[in-house]
């Protein structure tokens, strides 16, 4: 088995600083930024060898670890994916342009998901952009986030939160990943669309497989990775928003979202590479893509309004 290893703290540094953090305040990045200077320089990140092959006992806690993304990704009622189904056919159908009309300057994708969350209101879902901010507290930094939420109302007269979340795989890069850990990364959904319990899965999940991927290269798990801190994305105070600081369509298009317009075309592109695998490996029956069929247009109809 191929072994890539170095012995370099500052390689190590680099890597924990460019894959383990993003997306973050100016104040929680700079919270981050001590935060990793002090885990290296008490030895946390492991200046022994890192290398990216499995060792014996991790391969089989990663291959357990996988059969359980598996399992959650089966366990879906049928709203979560009717929602899903939704969800994936009007992030393919967003349009560069379609950007231009929300936020101007860097706005770290919120354009692409308020374009998103006008898309589902449109479709008739009670959706809305919601925007977290936590403290540090502990060895748990503090950040915000942003994602959606859809709330979901039932006949009982009682309603459920459906989180969206277009970045979701991306959380979970970490660096010199062990091979085994990349297939689990694959084989999370690029968009992650469910309750907070099923979310909860996910995240559990896959701070196990960090924590044993790392310390198959001697490297201990970072605050930053932490279950507390991934939940504090999603669990903690929200402020829920659909109506986005307009603009004028006519505004310079070479100067505006130039940041987003890439993450839309990666996004797309990943996604539709996911969906075109599921189809293969899981044909969809006839009811279903009929029924996708006539949902895209009534999304059409509507958006041609």
Same mark, same amino acid.
């Given at each position: ?192 669309? #469910?309750? %907070?319990? $099923? !979310?909860?899965?996910? =995240?559990?999940?896959? /701070?196990? +497989?960090? &924590?044993?991927?790392?310390?198959? @290269? ?43 317009? #890439?993450? %839309?075309? $990666? !996004?797309?592109?990943? =996604?539709?590479?996911? /969906?075109? +695998?599921? &189809?293969?490996?899981?044909?969809? @029956? ?20």
């Amino acid at each position: 088995m191929e072994l890539l290893c170095t012995t370099t703290t500052a390689t190590a540094a680099g890597d924990l600083w460019a894959r383990g953090i993003g997306g973050f305040s100016h104040e929680s990045e700079h919270d981050l930024a001590l935060m990793v200077s002090d885990f290296l320089e008490n030895g946390s990140a492991g200046t022994d060898s890192l290398c990216s092959s499995d060792s014996d006992s991790g391969f089989s806690d990663l291959a357990h670890l996988a059969d359980k993304i598996s399992f959650y990704k089966r366990s879906v009622p049928q709203y979560e994916m009717d929602l899903t189904s939704v969800v994936h056919s009007l992030i393919l159908s967003i349009k560069e342009t379609d950007l231009h009309a929300v936020k101007s300057d860097q706005c770290n994708a919120s354009c692409i998901r308020f374009v998103l969350v006008k898309l589902l209101r449109l479709s008739g879902y009670d959706a809305a952009v919601c925007s977290t901010r936590w403290q540090g507290s502990g060895k748990v930094p503090g950040g915000d986030h942003e994602y959606i939420d859809v709330v979901n109302y039932n006949t009982a007269g009682s309603s459920e939160r459906l989180i969206i979340d277009i970045d979701f795989r991306s959380y979970f890069e970490i660096a010199r990943a062990v091979d085994s850990y990349d297939k689990i990364l694959i084989s999370l959904p690029v968009v992650y669309v #469910g309750s %907070l319990i $099923r !979310l909860k899965q996910f =995240l559990q999940v896959m /701070v196990d +497989a960090a &924590r044993s991927s790392l310390s198959q @290269n001697s490297m201990p798990l970072p605050p930053w990775r932490s279950l507390a801190y991934l939940q504090a994305k999603w669990q903690s105070p929200h402020q829920r928003d659909f109506n986005p600081d307009e603009q004028n369509i006519t505004t310079t298009y070479s100067l505006d979202h130039k940041q987003c317009r #890439g993450h %839309l075309k $990666r !996004l797309q592109s990943s =996604l539709h590479s996911e /969906v075109e +695998a599921e &189809r293969f490996l899981n044909p969809i @029956n006839s009811d279903n893509t009929r029924w996708l069929k006539l949902e895209r247009r009534r999304h059409f109809s509507l958006r041609a309004l």
